[in-house]
């Protein structure tokens, strides 16, 4: 065979080590689809040889890679039998590139995801990151492509969402100069299943055969996990190609067969077609089941008859799945699929000879051994450097950033597009189809579901926050976990698991990779701490533009529990109530708790300090309190303190439960009082404090801080000073500023 040019594995995102390294793996020179095979089975998308070694601090992850390794997805028992599935996924360079196919096919295939482990997807949640959209904060050209990012991904997003019948309970969305012409958009989605009818990726049964079920293969996406594993460029229109076109009434076919024929008991095995297309079902499915997988390509269903053995095997078209059947049972399984009118063939057999052939127009277009491409790819540790900034940020000092009028700071904290009310985008998401809803948008730190089948609930969160993780990346990670699991407990949920989103800059970079890891320690110290074990996720690196890296940016998915899905609480109280201030025990406050704050970004155009560490221990004692204390009726509402601090919690909880809202604490301190962000701390609603008091046992503290009463506007009694805002003035900076940014 003739050897291959250094051009032709470089162009697939190949080195020239790489290629040795297949070169000896073979014993021969690949062919042109094995060569594209092993491009996007060894990308950093899907090989994960940049992350694996530093993802080996979470331990479910580690006991995957030293067992049988994943599944698309971790389980939890929700319990009477019943499991919860959930993971999240970045679409962030086809988001950059055509952003409403980007977000929307990014919507399909974490659907998939939850689909193929023989769970109905229930929820659907995102985390979107986008550059300033607020004239002056960038060249206006810049400002114009951001506005329509913003537009045209959450229509995406809606587009499929709403379309496919699963409904987008919850979300984020935030801003930041370093994220233009590189937006961040995770997708995460939550299935529901029974315990005993979990489905598995590892193909088995000599002979059994091999089942191509979904939409036909187009050239769309081809490359795609390569293009999700390098930085774009200025060639970013000439990449629309490796961007998937994606058909929601499609999914939604594949969807109710796919969980019609797993209902048969004929499917052995099922993976959808995600990234690498068929290279990765067919590869990684027969690696984990320890056999071999015969292909003709000729029987897959196409779109264009002229399509290559290459196109066919590295094309992302979407809506599509793999499975192994039971010999004998197979057409139980197309008729399903048939019945749906969604394209079903046999286009295979399981083999004993430990390899993966395809064949196309009767030519043998690969033949390798699988595990070469799922165990095999190289592992990289890259240097670390702690940048400058980091050290400067221990320095910092917030006295002379103390002057500034509380009263407006406030309402331009409000006004910001990273706090302001998010409505302009949750109402165009269909959050209540399939009718197990309970707590929307909007209306609590987290969306609870009531799934049909048991009286228990639950709820669903995802959150991160940049500006911490950059200024420190291991308070940071830590911080991500504890915040997402104090928004599930603000609902009265008992939190269970997390997936991440991992996003980052260039892993070559030192300071990148430092971020990188000490991000990921705290997210997996965190999470072991708060016995919330990371069961799933996603890293994407290479996300950077001309302005360098985006910030470090992990988000966390969290799943909590409620006994009994009709005790959930909002953030605000429907009633008049008092108002309790929940803290725990022994944080360490350094620099007045104004370090990568809010206040600091927005109000004083700085980004400087280190955030508060969390008492991890202590988060965890506050979350198993709220649970219970909700469940147990003792709590009315909860609303926990982030971004903005005390100020901005009181605020929210006026205008969202349209009340009025007192606080009253004696302090000569305001800013820091006002819009410090100390971890650990949650307003509460009760009538009786003696027994929250009882409930919270010594590692939490309660203090009457106010009440919570008819009208509305918010009160703020310092002792020495008294702050007023009406209902108007809040609502007015708080609802209006996407809606007027985003008009046209």
């Known amino acids: 065979m003739v050897a291959t040019s250094p051009e032709v594995y ?116 995102n985390s979107l990151r986008f550059g300033p959209i607020t004239r002056g904060a960038q060249a206006d050209e810049i400002i114009d ?174 809506e599509r799945m793999l499975a192994v059947a039971e010999k004998g049972r197979e057409q139980e399984v197309l008729d399903v699929f048939r019945k749906w009118g969604t394209k079903a063939e046999v286009i295979g ?57 509380v009263k407006q700071s406030l309402l331009t904290l409000l006004a910001s597009p990273e706090i302001s009310d998010k409505s302009w985008v949750f109402e165009q998401y269909d959050q209540q189809v399939q009718t197990q809803t309970t707590l929307k948008c909007g209306k609590g730190d987290a969306a609870v579901l009531a799934p049909r089948g048991t009286k228990k609930g639950i709820a669903l969160k995802i959150d991160g926050n940049s500006r911490q993780t950059y200024l420190h990346p291991y308070r940071g990670g830590q911080l991500a976990v504890v915040e997402c699991a104090r928004n599930v407990a603000c609902t009265g949920a ?17 300071q990148v990779y430092w971020q990188f890891s000490e991000a990921v320690r705290g997210i997996a110290e965190a999470a072991d701490t708060m016995h919330t074990p990371v069961i799933s996720g996603n890293v994407s690196f290479y996300n950077e533009s001309d302005l360098g890296e985006v910030p470090p940016t992990p988000v966390i998915g969290i799943v909590g529990v409620l006994e009994d899905a009709a005790n959930s609480i909002s953030m605000a109280p ?15 406050v350094e620099q007045q708790g104004l370090g990568a704050s809010a206040y600091l970004a927005h109000v ?37 303190l982030s971004e903005g601090g005390l100020a901005v919690a009181l605020a929210e909880i006026a205008i969202v439960g349209n009340l009025k809202v007192s606080y009253n604490r004696p302090s000569s301190a305001a800013v820091s009082t006002l819009f410090g962000e100390i971890p650990g701390r949650v307003l509460v609603t009760s009538s009786d404090m003696v027994r929250l008091k009882e409930l919270a046992g010594d590692q939490l503290s309660i203090e009457p801080v106010g009440s919570v009463a008819e009208g509305d506007g918010l009160v703020i009694d310092l002792g020495s000073t008294t702050f007023v805002w009406s209902g108007d003035e809040l609502n007015k900076a708080y609802r209006s500023t996407l809606p007027e940014l985003l008009k046209h």
């Open 10 to 125: 470089l162009s697939m995102g190949l080195n020239h080590d790489e290629y040795r390294l297949i070169v000896s793996l073979i014993g021969r020179e690949p062919s042109y689809t094995e060569l594209g095979m092993f491009a996007v089975m060894w990308s950093e998308h899907c090989g994960y040889k940049y992350s694996r070694p530093v993802l080996a601090l979470f331990k479910k992850y580690k006991e995957a890679m030293e067992g049988d390794g994943h599944e698309n997805a971790g389980i939890v028992d929700l319990g009477d039998g019943y499991g919860i599935t959930m993971k999240v996924e970045s679409h962030n360079h086809p988001s950059a590139v055509e952003p409403y196919q980007g977000a929307a096919t990014g919507v399909g295939g974490i659907i998939r995801d939850i689909l193929t482990m023989g769970a109905r997807p229930i929820a659907s949640l």
């Open 145 to 318: 492509r951001n506005r329509y990012l913003v537009e045209h991904v959450v229509a995406g997003i809606a587009g499929y969402g709403n379309c496919v019948g699963v409904p987008t309970v919850a979300g984020e969305v935030s801003f930041h100069p370093r994220y233009s012409g590189n937006p961040l958009v995770n997708a995460m989605c939550v299935g529901i299943l029974k315990l005993d009818e979990v489905t598995t990726a590892a193909a088995s049964g000599i002979g059994n055969p091999v089942l191509y079920l979904g939409s036909a293969t187009g050239k769309d996406g081809i490359h795609g996990a390569t293009f999700a594993s390098d930085a774009l460029g200025e060639d970013n229109a000439d990449k629309r190609p490796n961007v998937q076109i994606g058909d929601p009434f499609a999914e939604k076919l594949l969807i109710e067969a796919t969980l019609e024929a797993l209902q048969t008991g004929a499917v052995v095995a099922i993976q959808d077609m995600g990234a690498a297309g068929l290279t990765c079902s067919t590869v990684e499915m027969a690696s984990k089941g320890s056999v071999g997988m015969a292909v003709d390509l000729d029987l897959v269903p196409m779109r264009e008859n002229d399509m290559t053995g290459y196109e066919l095997m590295l094309s992302e078209s979407q």
């Open 574 to 588: 429907s009633t008049a109530s008092e108002l309790f201030l929940v803290s725990v025990n022994g944080v360490e």
């Open 494 to 510: 008992d939190p269970q698991a997390v997936t991440d989103g991992l996003n980052f800059g260039n892993p070559t970079y030192p």
């Open 349 to 405: 057999y399981v083999t004993d000879d430990g390899l993966v052939t395809v064949k196309r127009n009767g030519k043998i277009e690969a033949q390798l051994d699988p595990k070469l491409l799922t165990d095999k790819c190289p592992v990289y540790y890259s240097e670390t450097a702690v940048p400058e900034y980091f050290e400067k940020a221990a320095q910092f000092d917030p006295s002379s950033y103390l002057d500034k009028d």
């Open 604 to 640: 004083c155009d700085t980004e400087d300090g280190y955030p508060v560490a969390p008492n991890v221990a202590g988060e965890l004692a506050l979350c198993k309190f709220l649970a219970k204390a909700a469940q147990a009726g003792l709590i009315r509402s909860a609303h926990d």
